[in-house]
């Protein structure tokens, strides 16, 4: 039983390595595709007339 922290360590690793792969994937929002870019569409509408609203006050 000497490997005992040794198993430990590589275990704690190898978490840490997971975790890393999954930084910056989405996650499953249990949306189909379908429903998915319908979502982003309206987020993306919503940014462009945020930001031509924004334009518009700057140049009163």
Known sequence: MTRGNQRDL????????????????????????????QRDAEIMQQKQKKASDKGSDKSK
Request: hydrophobic share 25%; charged share 40%.
């Open 10 to 37: 590589a275990r704690l690793k190898n978490a840490k390595k997971q975790g890393d792969q999954n930084k910056g994937k989405r996650s499953n929002d249990g949306l189909s595709a379908a429903a998915r870019k």
